[in-house]
């Protein structure tokens, strides 16, 4: 049965299992591959994407799940907060092997689009369970504060 929902504004509609979880539906059918495969378990937050402006690990929604809703990739991010939280990113050499990176922007997106100027807490408990091999986390809070001022609020 034909699943229809929106991706990055446009309206896609696919043809395939409808338990399947939505980053195998976005890398393997869409071909956005920018969301990542971590652990399949929403350990780790590197298949983070937004759906309907919320940040959510990608690997345990199931398509049926997604039906008639907005999902956001990082190929699709736009607007002021993206725009500095890239920028921050880029001014902090936040990435170092970059895996993980992806869902750690998705995520920092999420949190200053719901908090504009976050504290401390607030980061650590939007940032929780996005992991980084490389530990890139002092970076990645800073960025995040660098965002932050940036943006009104």
């Known amino acids: 049965m034909p699943i229809s929902f929106t991706v990055n504004g446009a309206k896609r509609t696919v043809d395939v299992d409808p338990e399947t979880p939505l980053l195998w ?15 399949g378990a929403a350990l780790c937050g590197a298949c983070n994407v937004h759906l309907d402006g919320e940040a959510v690990r990608s690997c345990q929604i199931q398509l049926q799940d997604a039906a008639g809703r907005d999902v956001t990739t990082i190929e699709g991010v736009t607007g002021n907060v993206a725009k500095a939280v890239q920028d921050a990113w880029i001014k902090l050499d936040v990435v170092q ?5 992806t869902g750690q922007v998705m995520a920092a997106i999420g949190l200053l689009t719901q908090i504009a100027k976050p504290s401390d807490d607030d980061i650590d408990k939007a940032m929780d369970g996005n992991l980084c091999r490389c530990n890139t986390y002092h970076r990645i809070r ?11 609020g």
């Open 25 to 39: 539906v976005l890398r393997d059918d869409l071909k956005l591959t920018g969301t990542k495969f971590g652990c």
């Open 97 to 101: 092997c970059g895996y993980c990176q």
């Open 142 to 152: 800073l960025a995040i504060h660098e965002a932050a001022k940036t943006l009104p």
